[in-house]
């Protein structure tokens, strides 16, 4: 059974910072690119990060680039990502995503075609 499982939300003030995490199993996680997208109340989802097989390759939304950092563990099969400076508008539920094409360019894409799996997500919050 995959999962993703995604932790390290909560509530924060504008110009502080929150590490996310998400730990995969069910998966062979170095074969998967991953990503970060959110979705706040009343929008659409959004891409934020995504980072290939390696992690030498990464992709952000012009509006975290920056401020936010995508990173990768494939010996902890985990994915994280560090956000700093954070905006009242960064405020929303973070999911993490499995991409099935190895590149971080492949899930650069808010309808994300080729993730596979997906978390649960974790809320952040940003109090201005």
């Known amino acids: 059974q995959v999962q993703l499982v995604e932790s390290g939300g909560g509530l924060v003030q504008a110009g502080g910072s929150l590490r996310l995490s998400c730990a995969a199993s069910?998966?062979?996680?170095?074969?998967?690119?991953m990503g970060w997208f959110r979705q706040a109340p009343g929008k659409e989802r959004e891409f934020v990060a995504s980072i290939n097989l390696s992690g030498n390759s990464k992709h952000y939304a012009d509006s975290v680039k920056g401020r936010f950092a995508i990173s990768r563990d494939n010996a902890k099969n985990t994915v994280y990502l560090q956000m700093n400076s954070l905006k009242p508008e960064d405020t929303a539920v973070y999911y993490c995503?499995?991409?099935?094409?190895?590149?971080?360019?492949?899930?650069?894409?808010?309808?994300?075609?080729?993730?596979?799996?997906w978390g649960q997500g974790t809320q952040v919050t940003v109090s201005s």
């Open positions: 069910g998966i062979t996680f170095s074969t998967y690119a």
């Open positions: 995503a499995a991409g099935a094409r190895g590149s971080a360019q492949s899930m650069a894409i808010r309808t994300c075609p080729y993730c596979a799996y």
